[in-house]
């Protein structure tokens, strides 16, 4: 690639299992080989851009997720600064990332994470992916954060839960940004703890993310997950449906984009053997 193409962000942005919406959406964008040169994750953002960036097939991704019974990642005990130690779904992460680091990669990944101590946004690019994964989905008061160097860190959604202003940093001419939790038709069901912590950390976001946030995506993707529980893994086929349901009709919108800018072109690192 030539230094005078345009440089693509694809951006995950948080939503716990809304999250699982992504992998629709990196489905329909291998199937109609939309070109990206890094991605950014934030949360479950992160955990789908791992996998894939790891060389995870995401059709598979699709199925474990629709298979898995996440009750069997919860390990709890006497909280201390969480009720989950999440031992074990770091173990998990590292089987689903291969063991990988950052260095490994192909395809350039970044993580964001947040400080807890000083509300600093983190964005990891180097050491074991499984090791930054688990600190982006260390939700405050649930997940035990994350001892990273001289930093204490948990969920990326509380310092950026769209991190469009990553992917500007890192060089994006274009960012393709997918929002899974503040789309039109989000409804809101306090029924317990996690509820209320997410829809705490949800209210704080909420103004930066529609003043800033969203205008700074070149197109912005947001399946509509309204109907759907934060907590609610046990849906995931739906949430992947309707992640590629709307990527579908973003389609003509990105081809558009991609065309202006001389990238509707064949890209290697989208081939698949898996269509």
Known sequence: MGNSEPKIGLVLGA????GLAHIGVLQVLIENRI???????SSMGAVIAAIYACGGDIYMTGKLA?????SILWDVGIPRMGFISGKKIEHFLRLLTKGK???DLALPLAVVATDIENGEKVVIREGPIHTAVRASI???GIFTPVRYGNRLLVDGAVAERLPVGVARDLGADIIIGVDVTFAEDRQTHIRNTLDVILQAIEILERQI???ITRHQATVLLQPKLGNIKSNEFNRAEECILRGRECAEAKLDEIRAVLESAGRMRTDRRLETDNL
């Open 209 to 211: 993310f529609t003043q």
């Open 15 to 18: 939503g716990s299992a809304r």
């Open 35 to 41: 070109p990206f040169d890094f991605l950014v994750g």
């Open 138 to 140: 260390s939700i405050p």
């Open 101 to 103: 680091s950052f260095e």
């Open 66 to 70: 629709s298979a898995l019974n996440t």
